[in-house]
């Protein structure tokens, strides 16, 4: 597999995962910056993509951020991000999840929409 998307799968494995709390009182859907979100060690989905698209872009790959719906009425999203490293495994493709064990393929996300950055 690609080892540039395993080395960044497993830096996200290290920052905790969290879900954004929801209600009123709350403004809705902020993504923080990746500095901010390795300083607190902590972030939800679009955050931790955020990092992982970063990294990928640092280290040279070519990098897309994902969304999906979780839910059949599409009222729930969760977002990823994909690398490809062109220079080490040309035209490959790894979805980097922190909730998954390990970097997947992007034909697993069919209904996925994506946006290279």
Request: with cysteine; glycine share 10%; net charge negative.
């Amino acid at each position: 597999g690609n080892t540039i998307a395993r080395s960044i799968h497993q830096m996200l494995r290290d920052i905790t995962f969290y879900r954004e709390p929801a209600g009123p009182e709350y403004p809705g859907e902020v993504v923080q910056a990746p500095a901010l979100t390795i300083a607190i060690n902590g972030g939800d989905c679009d955050d931790l993509a955020v990092v992982a698209a970063t990294a990928g872009a640092v280290l040279g790959c070519e990098v897309a951020v994902g969304w999906y719906s979780t839910d059949p009425e599409g009222n729930t999203a969760h977002i990823v991000a994909a690398v490809r490293d062109g220079w080490y495994h040309p035209g490959s493709w790894s979805v980097i999840d922190a909730q998954k064990k390990e970097p997947t393929n992007p034909d697993s996300l069919r209904e996925a929409s994506w946006l290279r950055v």
